[in-house]
């Protein structure tokens, strides 16, 4: 199936053509790398609502991830759209088990987004460090003290505890 086609189906809102878009990767009727490929070139309102039917396909299979979808959560942590980041920070926390040894280039932006000014976005970000915290690889020995100057400066408890929690998995053996 051409993803394009989602998209010019008026009758859709954004939040219906991404949970059509993870049915249709999860019935295999349309395949993880055309996604991709797709939303690749999209512009932030497209390339949101195809992250968004990543996030909810990776939140209950991990296993359909690709490492094209991990690279192109990693490109779009980097957008200037909060949704985009939103959603490239969800998919890469449910995912980062999956590629330990690829995470590497998600690690600075995703502590850049760490410090936005939306919510929506260090909570992602926390979410997505905190899973890769939990990994207990090298990039601890960076992570786990920035982490833990994260969980001091945070405003809101929510976000808080969520690094907090990553520190607590971690062990404190990097601590």
Do not use: Y
Not at 34 to 44: G, N
Not at 110 to 121: E, F, Q, R
Not at 164 to 169: D, N, P, S, V
Request: proline content about 5%.
């Amino acid at each position: 199936m051409d993803p394009a086609a989602l998209f010019t189906d008026t009758r859709l809102t954004a939040k219906q053509r991404s949970t059509e878009l993870a049915r249709l990767l999860l019935d295999g009727r349309l395949a993880v790398g055309t996604l991709v490929e797709f939303a690749r070139s999209a512009k932030a309102p497209l390339l949101s609502t195809c992250l968004e039917g990543l996030e909810l396909v990776t939140r209950t299979t991990p296993a359909l991830a690709t490492e094209g979808v991990l690279e192109l959560a990693v490109e779009a942590l980097g957008n200037k759209a909060p949704a985009v980041k939103r959603e490239a920070g969800r998919v890469i926390g449910n995912i980062a088990h999956r590629f330990p040894k690829a995470i590497g280039p998600a690690i600075a932006p995703l502590l850049a987004n760490a410090d936005h000014d939306g919510t929506v976005v260090r909570w992602s970000a926390a979410f997505a460090l905190g899973e890769i915290v939990k990994l207990r690889t090298p990039h601890n020995k960076q992570l786990v003290p920035k982490t833990r100057a994260l969980a001091q400066q945070e405003e809101k408890d929510s976000i808080r505890k969520i690094h907090l929690a990553a520190l607590k998995a971690a062990d404190g053996a990097e601590r």
